[in-house]
């Protein structure tokens, strides 16, 4: 998701803009730029103050403009590519948040009509689109809306034009913009963050509305051109909230967002009539991987989980030997890498450097190195030789929740990708693709119990050590689980195969030793079931993650959390969430800082 802010009023914009930007840094912050009517645009690859550092020293003055944050999903963080964008004549200059589904055909005709372009990137269209039917319709209004009814896809925009320096104009199909209502002056913003420092008036926009602002007026009308009348709100949000959309922290926001980032990971990803995956990051060497007998995946923390869920997956279904290293013991091993193996590096961030230094490692030996990366334009995205973009958006978390998701899903679309490229059936492939199209919703079932799993966390939330034990697709799950209690409880937490119960842990089990087991009803269930009971027998206390409709496990369990039934290949992208809940809600119980925990930090760019 991106950041956009505007301002129209009596002021100096620049400083106005620049400190909207920095308080919509969560949004994005990939690049930066703003462009200012009376005097022009500055932009910089980056965050804010990349951008503050580029001002000139004579400072540049108007009492309009726009701004940007972006965060990048499709066209590298470059200068070129940031916001905002101009037509040929650097007239009309443009700030979009969403996709452009048809910029490539918008583009041809407006280049076989004469025009230039400057960037890759869809928005720039959006310029030129303006440019076009400005000549005809000779007012900006009129030329917008005639300019987004040509238009497929999702936007929230604002744009500006050298000709009528006082007016803004502002639409929305599909990405949030809000309008500030001041004294004088007026906002735009894709969300009241920025604008809440200058007035708690607001007003949403609707999808496929138009907003007209200048310092002293603001009228709102369809692109049919009908004037809409809309009264104004009062925020009695403050910006920190507004920030975690009304949670009280981003990781309670980011695991919320779970079924959203399903829906980004897999969006135009899924054929699933055909049980394909298409991954265009991987088309450049789709032929290459055909030849692969090997793969080895590296992460660090909770992207290694995800490895290690990968491994079962890819075994199972793509038929291809897996092994799963940590990215700080990778470099100490002589693993043995040829044209033939594939080094897959997963990292939110994609610039962790025990990651990195593996991906460079297998590079010397010949491997053909895969990313699953979120951060688009990251040195591990641009040191490999292919990938997958998560597409979670940015996760403020320390803790991180969705991106697991994202990184889970995208190794299953991974999974589909080379299993049908070799044994993999249609008839498999295709349950596989729809099993995952439902994932969105069923996780939504789960985080609707999030009060039932808040009382649990705090009935258990004096606990000083806790277990956690699952098999086969589920016990990465449980080495998860309990590094998210770890990570913002601070309390001891260990997750175990449950079958090595009997080897050594369950001596620590007793009636202040808590376990979380997680029991599907799948292959491994009678055996979940025993470890449980060899728990109980112990005084120790059981919460069971648990199939919907089985009741027969709350006679063994203390606590019992149902999610929905799915394929055993996909259940870790479900049972992680209430894991993902239960730590959130036991270390808000005891007073942590749960987005920002103690001795941690987000991306760990040092080895
Ligand atoms: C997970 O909650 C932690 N923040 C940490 O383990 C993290 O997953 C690890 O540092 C890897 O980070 P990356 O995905 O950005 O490479």
Redesign the pocket.
Known sequence: MCGIFAYTGKKDSVPILLDGLTSLEYRGYDSAGIFVAASGAIKAVGAVNNLKAKLPATPIRGMSGIAHLRWATHGEPTEANAHPHHDCQEDIWVVHNGIIENFKELKAKLISLGHTFMSSTDTEVLAHLIEHHLREKKDLEKAVIAALNDVEGTYGIAVSSKHEPEKIIAARLGAPIVLGIGENENFIASDPTPILRHTKNVIYLRDGEVAVITPSSHHIYTLDSVRVERDEEIIDWDVEQVQKNGYDHFMMKEIMEGPEVIVNTTRGRLITDEGLSKLGGLEMVAERLRLMNRIIVV??????YAGLVGEYMLEEYAGIPVEVEV?SEFRYRKPLIDEHTILLA???????AD?LEAIREAKRKGALTLGIV??VGST?ARETDAGIYNHAGPEM?????K??VS?LTALALLTLFLGRQRQMSLSVGKRIAEEIKALPEKIQTILAQKDAIRAIAEKYAGSRDFLYMGRKYNYPIALEGA??LK?VSYIHAEGYGAGEMKHGPLAMIDEKFPTMAIALSDSVYQKMTSNIQEIKARKGKVIAIATEGNEEIRDLADDVIHVPKTIEMLSPILTIVPLQLFAYYFAVKNGQNVDRPRN?????TVE
């Open positions: 992460g660090c923390g909770t992207a290694y990215g997963i990292s939110q961030s994609g610039e962790t990651t979120n951060c591990i978390g320390v803790a991180s929740t991106a697991f990184q590094l998210k990570e941690l930090a987000k991306s760990v």
